[in-house]
């Protein structure tokens, strides 16, 4: 049995939509398939705005520009996450101020965070790490009082929540991810979602390379012409046809990963009573998407034999992120707020097990009895 460790989902009707959209002959970020996603956004996040962009790194950038981003600012943010969230803050210019994790999470630390906190701080970007929210209203709570943007890097996180409200809901902006490695895909892909209506009238310039296009197209002005800074931030009706498909299916497909994400959790739960290994750990204020299934090796060694042995039986587990702070970028164009210990020590012994929706019951058992074999 040869078990990968993602395959990107498959629904019904994205065939059928990628056709409609080759038919309708508009293919730009501006046809009917990119309106019916931001409304899908609108509907159920309750969001200001949402923009389909071509990938969860190109929101954040958009992000970026949008909280006045620059030289002399700086931005919070956790070592444990993706380059993208550290890339779009050195490209505009500022510093990236990397603290620990909470080892409950591998979310942020929110009191490391709130200790990293200067006259310079301009932003935050919190990380909902496997889809697990972090502790956003303590974090809102905190840019209400020192003002800061607070601009979540939901990347993970889609149909997640937190204390009842979709985690992309909270912060002032959110960035999802639908590369074809997350629940929901569109081969490349993201979005922007706004809940800060501040924002909202910038927004429309950002996206359109920094043009006032949408007052024209609406009427509002007889021409348009170079307004402020801005990018090509809309993403192709053909992948947003695709997309589309998918975000109706998302319930379906969210509940086919929790089923084996809950299937590994009580598979390993004996394995963790005997003190081998450590599960991953959802709060109760949060709902989880089951994007990931990892748990903690008890040693950096122990964890590199186990992806070996794992490998060597067809399955394919895997690591995650090398911490930014350690990283030769980091350290050019970073600091480093507090102690790191947490995120040092858990990411070396942190291991994913195979998931995405198209897993069997038997595949999954499969790699349970894997690892209860090493262990033996």
């Not at 979602?193 to 043009?211: L, M, Q, S």
């Not at 790191?340 to 195979?354: G, K, N």
């Amino acid at each position: 049995m040869k078990i990968p460790f993602n395959l990107p989902p498959h629904s019904q009707n994205e065939e059928k939509y990628i056709s409609q959209a080759i038919a309708n002959r508009k293919l730009s970020g501006e046809g009917s398939f990119n309106k019916k996603v931001v409304e899908w956004f609108k509907a159920h996040l309750g969001c200001e705005m949402a923009v389909v962009t071509p990938s969860c790194t190109s929101a954040l950038e958009m992000a970026m520009v949008l909280a006045d981003i620059g030289p002399g600012d700086e931005v919070i943010l956790p070592s444990f996450t993706f380059t993208s969230t550290a890339n779009v803050i050195a490209l505009y210019g500022a510093t990236p101020v990397f603290v620990d994790v909470d080892p409950k999470t591998m979310n942020i630390n929110v009191d490391a965070m709130e200790k990293a906190i200067t006259p310079k701080t301009k932003a935050v970007m919190p990380v909902h790490y496997a889809g697990v929210a972090c502790e956003m209203d303590r974090i809102m709570a905190l840019s209400e009082k020192h003002g800061f943007v607070v601009v979540a890097d939901a990347a993970q996180a889609i149909f997640s929540s937190y204390k009842g409200k979709p985690t992309g809901a909270w912060g002032h902006m959110a960035a999802y991810s639908f590369h074809e490695t997350k629940n929901i895909v569109c081969g490349e892909g993201g979005a922007l979602v706004i809940n800060d209506a501040r924002f909202k009238a910038r927004a429309e310039i950002v996206r359109d390379k920094g043009t006032n296009r949408q007052q024209f197209l609406n009427g509002q002005v007889d021409k348009y012409t170079w307004q402020d800074k801005g990018s090509s931030y809309l993403q192709s009706e053909l992948a947003v046809a695709f997309l589309l498909a998918q975000l109706e299916e998302g319930e379906k497909i969210t509940s086919h990963r929790l089923t084996h994400w809950n299937q590994y959790h009580q598979g390993f739960a004996d394995l963790e009573k005997q003190g081998r290994l450590n599960r991953m750990q959802i709060p109760g204020d949060c709902q989880g998407n089951a994007h990931i299934y990892y748990f903690m090796c008890k040693t950096a060694e122990e964890r590199t034999k186990l992806w070996s042995f794992l490998k060597e039986n067809d399955i394919q587990a895997t690591f995650h992120y090398v911490p930014l702070h350690s990283a030769p970028a980091g350290i050019k164009y970073g600091r480093v707020a507090g102690s790191m210990e947490i995120t040092d020590d858990y990411s070396a012994r942190l291991l994913r097990m195979p998931m995405y929706a198209d897993l069997t019951k038997e595949e999954v058992s499969y790699v349970i009895n894997k690892v209860h074999e090493f262990y033996k």
